[in-house]
């Protein structure tokens, strides 16, 4: 069965279904390429934690100087 020969039956796998089929070409193009945001979420990650500890900084530039070497 494919999904567009999908019969809704009423229950959470419509759901499912319905968010494939929307986002089909999306998915596809993730399986056939190798490209990824992995690494940049990760880094927006670390940057937003750094964010929050060292919340206070007298000087932006010591901020800046801090990502940069997250960064490395």
């Not at 070409?25 to 927006?44: D, H, K, Q, T, V």
């Not at 206070?56 to 100087?65: E, K, V």
């Amino acid at each position: 069965m494919t999904l567009a020969n999908y019969q809704p039956t009423s229950n959470q796998m419509d759901i499912t279904i319905n968010t494939f089929i929307k986002n089909g070409s999306a998915l596809l193009n993730s399986c056939r390429y190798p490209f990824s945001n992995g690494p940049i979420e990760g880094l927006n990650r670390k940057i937003k934690a750094l964010k929050r500890n060292c919340f206070g900084f007298r000087n932006i530039d010591n901020f800046f100087i801090r990502i940069s070497l997250i960064h490395e």
